[in-house]
T-cell receptor
């Protein structure tokens, strides 16, 4: 079963707008990672946030983590058509080395 | 530097056949992971290697699936008696030391189609 669940399943915006995607999970975690996937192939690592962190930035990306609500959000500012992709959150927890992924959010940025 | 590579990119086979999928991790990475992704789903964990040994194979769906990493670098995922339900993208990832929660770097995947 998949622990991370993204919301919404699909998001369509215009270029220049901000895109926000949310992720919820069920158990305690070591960290949470966000990945991007183009055309159903390899995943590109975007950002990792540890369980003791609340917010992290990387370029146009901003990730927040609320461990009390077991949720995270990914904000992409000033979106570009090239940001069109599926975005996944993945969690690792306990003594597990594996990542558990959600079903992803399909983001479409219209030029 | 070179990332994770996987071969072949695509594999079409017939039901009942045997297939091997190869993964070359990032040089120096001791941890290697296999995941499987079905259409419209996120990747699902299959197996994790630390060095040459399989540290966690709890995600392998049944005994038709087997993976090896004999020299602690390249890994091969082997599927016997393939079934149509095995059709998916098989993703390999590696990480530097196998520490809990470290970043995993993914390859482009092998798209397997079982007819």
């Amino acid at each position: 079963s998949q622990q991370g669940e993204e919301d919404p399943q699909a998001l369509s915006i215009q270029e220049g707008e901000n895109a926000t995607m949310n992720c919820s999970y069920k158990t305690s975690i070591n960290n949470l990672q966000w990945y991007r996937q183009n055309s159903g192939r390899g995943l590109v690592h975007l950002i990792l946030i540890r369980s003791n962190e609340r917010e992290k930035h990387s370029g146009r990306l901003r990730v927040t983590l609320d461990t009390s609500k077991k949720s995270s959000s990914l904000l992409i500012t000033a979106s570009r058509a090239a940001d069109t992709a599926s975005y996944f959150c993945a969690v690792s927890g306990g003594s597990n080395y594996k990542l558990t992924f959600g079903k992803g959010t399909l983001l479409t940025v219209n030029p | 530097g070179a990332g994770v590579s996987q071969t072949p990119s695509n594999k079409v086979t017939e039901k009942g056949k045997y297939v091997e999928l190869r993964c070359d991790p990032i040089s120096g990475h001791t941890a290697l992971y296999w995941y499987r992704q079905s259409l419209g789903q996120g990747p699902e964990f299959l197996i994790y290697f630390q060095g040459t040994g399989a540290a966690d194979d709890s995600g392998l769906p049944n005994d038709r699936f087997f993976a090896v990493r004999p020299e602690g670098s390249v890994s091969t995922l082997k599927i016997q008696r393939t079934e149509r339900g095995d059709s998916a993208v098989y993703l390999c990832a590696s990480s530097s030391g196998g520490s809990l929660g470290e970043t995993q770097y993914f390859g482009p995947g092998t798209r397997l189609l079982v007819l």
